[in-house]
């Protein structure tokens, strides 16, 4: 067993969203939470948890864009699309969501990149 | 799975086309060479070097190739006045320009951006020396 690097990486995403000469990918997922904390007689009171019941997941890839292939809008086909966001081989993870936000950055002197930012609706799977 | 830079072979011949086009150019350096001058080369010419390639990686194998190019342009006169009409016509032909290669299919021109330059000095062995960076980037298709 060794550790991954990113060059095998990869971002899909059906539908018209753009996915052209994607080079990073961030995906945020997280586990809700509930204070527990009961006060101690004396103190101090140590904070304790138990795990939510709800999860969401967010996520970002940054792609150089293309000459070609013009970007397109937030959410520009209005449904739930499949993401999947590939770590190495069938080492994926995937799920469905919606674009949310669109950043372009244009440079004299660098690449041209542009920036998604996803949330993802339902479940989030991981896949090996 | 290793994937070499982008072989100099295919920009230096674009770029000499380039050269060999700018006729303003041609007419005060006629002579232009990859890595190294011939031997007894006649005062004005020109050496391009490789200075250094950076690919910038995208997922799927494709990539950004980023070539550093010098040009060194020499000349024995008295005066700068040559050189210095040299690198102005250099900047004329070279800056944002367009290079085509013979490679089509793998390798696409991006852009060719002016980094810097050495103005002209009186360098060693008696000739005047100006050196200009470019920055040229390529777009390598996935193999």
Same mark, same amino acid.
């Given at each position: 067993?060794?550790?991954?690097?990113?060059?095998?990486?990869?971002?899909?995403?059906?539908?018209?969203? +753009? #996915?052209?000469?994607? $080079?990073?990918?961030?995906?945020?997922?997280?586990?809700?939470?509930?204070?527990?904390?009961?006060?101690?007689?004396?103190? &101090?009171?140590?904070?304790?948890?138990? &795990?939510?019941?709800?999860?969401? $997941?967010?996520?970002?890839?940054?792609? +150089?864009? #293309?000459?070609?292939?013009?970007?397109?809008? &937030?959410?520009? &086909?209005?449904?739930?699309?499949?993401?999947?966001?590939?770590?190495?081989?069938?080492?994926?993870?995937?799920?469905?969501? $919606?674009?949310?936000?669109?950043?372009?950055?244009?440079?004299?002197? #660098?690449?041209?990149?542009?920036? +998604?930012?996803?949330?993802?609706?339902?479940?989030?799977? $991981?896949?090996? | 799975?290793?994937?070499?830079?982008?072989? /100099?072979?295919?920009?230096?011949?674009?770029?000499?086309?380039?050269?060999?086009?700018?006729?303003?150019?041609?007419?005060?350096? /006629?002579?232009?060479?990859?890595?190294?001058?011939?031997?007894?080369?006649?005062?004005?010419?020109c050496?391009?070097?490789?200075?250094?390639v950076? /690919?910038?990686?995208?997922?799927?194998?494709?990539?950004?190739?980023?070539?550093?190019?010098?040009?060194?342009?020499?000349?024995?006169?008295?005066?700068?006045?040559?050189?210095?009409?040299?690198?102005?016509?250099?900047?004329?032909?070279?800056?944002?320009?367009?290079?085509?290669?013979?490679?089509?299919?793998?390798?696409?021109?991006?852009?060719?951006?002016?980094l810097?330059?050495?103005p002209?000095r009186?360098?060693?062995?008696?000739?005047?020396?100006?050196?200009?960076?470019?920055?040229?980037?390529?777009?390598r298709?996935?193999?």
């Amino acid at each position: 067993m060794a550790a991954l690097t990113g060059d095998t990486g990869l971002v899909t995403w059906t539908g018209a969203n +753009y #996915d052209t000469n994607v $080079f990073d990918w961030t995906a945020d997922i997280e586990q809700g939470e509930h204070d527990v904390t009961v006060f101690a007689s004396t103190p &101090p009171t140590w904070r304790t948890w138990t &795990p939510g019941k709800i999860r969401t $997941f967010t996520g970002t890839f940054q792609a +150089y864009m #293309d000459d070609t292939t013009i970007q397109t809008a &937030p959410d520009a &086909p209005e449904t739930l699309e499949t993401v999947t966001m590939r770590l190495k081989g069938a080492v994926t993870i995937s799920g469905t969501g $919606f674009v949310r936000r669109l950043g372009l950055k244009v440079n004299i002197d #660098d690449k041209q990149t542009v920036t +998604y930012e996803f949330r993802g609706s339902g479940t989030l799977s $991981f896949n090996s | 799975m290793v994937i070499a830079a982008i072989d /100099p072979i295919l920009w230096s011949e674009a770029i000499i086309t380039k050269w060999d086009a700018s006729a303003a150019l041609v007419a005060i350096v /006629p002579d232009v060479w990859f890595d190294h001058a011939e031997q007894g080369a006649t005062f004005p010419y020109c050496v391009f070097h490789e200075i250094d390639v950076v /690919p910038d990686h995208i997922f799927g194998g494709a990539s950004v190739e980023n070539v550093r190019v010098q040009f060194s342009i020499f000349d024995d006169d008295g005066s700068h006045a040559l050189i210095s009409s040299a690198v102005a016509q250099l900047y004329l032909a070279f800056d944002s320009a367009t290079l085509s290669l013979s490679d089509a299919t793998r390798y696409t021109h991006m852009e060719m951006q002016r980094l810097s330059e050495r103005p002209p000095r009186w360098a060693a062995e008696n000739v005047w020396q100006a050196d200009i960076d470019y920055r040229v980037r390529f777009f390598r298709t996935a193999s």
